[in-house]
T-cell receptor
Framework: AQKVTQAQTEISVVEKEDVTLDCVYE???????LFWYKQPPSGELVFLIR??????QNEISGRYSWNFQKSTSSFNFTITASQVVDSAVYFC????????????FGTGTKLQVIP | KAGVTQTPRYLIKTRGQQVTLSCSPI?????VSWYQQTPGQGLQFLFE???????NKGNFPGRFSGRQFSNSRSEMNVSTLELGDSALYLC?????????????FGDGTRLSIL
């Protein structure tokens, strides 16, 4: 069975601080996808990144960066110089590589950025 | 390009009733998935459809069902509603089930059971 753990339930930071959201996963599959989604207060889920298990290269996209470490089964997400608009619930998720729509989500981390 | 459209946005039902939710995927997307989001259980996968066939199903009772039409639009139905079915139901679409394109989510239907 697949499992995604986001141990941080809520995080508050002051604007412009850096913040890292942790994600640890469990799977018996040797190949899989990992995702991060953002859910702002309006409710819609916004896709941020997908990473397949073959590719452990870290990725940076603007203020966002992701650190994938297969050895520790972690896929952490860092926001640099946080902004108020970053306030949202962030979900880490895992899926099979084939038929990847069957996604297992973590419980989410609520990030509040204080101006 | 229009996004994923879910209707209705809000719905109030009573226990024992049934409900049908609709999802229109992004044009050209043929894979549709449904998720339930509740404060207690978080986000859970319900089922996935492609080419009018259910490909995957999550761990939900038979009261939860769905279907997909030839134009890729999908509906999900919940019969004999229970209080615990109160949730945000999200629909997501993608080009194909195994495509390299990400899922795009709709705004959801918020279902409240009285």
């Amino acid at each position: 069975a697949q499992k995604v753990t986001q141990a941080q339930t809520e995080i508050s930071v002051v604007e412009k601080e850096d913040v890292t959201l942790d994600c640890v996963y469990e799977t018996r599959d040797t190949t899989y996808y990992l995702f991060w989604y953002k859910q702002p207060p309006s409710g819609e889920l916004v896709f941020l990144i997908r990473r397949n298990s073959f590719d452990e290269q870290n990725e940076i996209s603007g203020r966002y960066s992701w650190n994938f470490q297969k050895s520790t089964s972690s896929f952490n997400f860092t926001i640099t110089a946080s902004q108020v608009v970053d306030s949202a619930v962030y979900f880490c998720a895992l899926s099979e590589l084939v038929g990847y729509q069957k996604v297992t989500f973590g419980t989410g981390t609520k990030l509040q950025v204080i101006p | 390009k229009a996004g994923v459209t879910q209707t209705p946005r809000y719905l109030i039902k009573t226990r024992g009733q049934q409900v049908t939710l609709s999802c229109s995927p992004i044009s050209g997307h043929r894979s549709v998935s449904w998720y339930q989001q509740t404060p207690g259980q978080g986000l859970q996968f319900l089922f996935e459809y492609f080419s009018e066939t259910q490909r995957n199903k999550g761990n939900f009772p038979g009261r939860f069902s769905g279907r997909q039409f030839s134009n890729s639009r999908s509906e999900m139905n919940v019969s004999t509603l229970e209080l615990g079915d109160s949730a945000l139901y999200l629909c997501a679409s993608s080009l194909r089930p195994d495509s390299n394109q990400p899922q795009h989510f709709g705004d959801g239907t918020r279902l409240s059971i009285l």
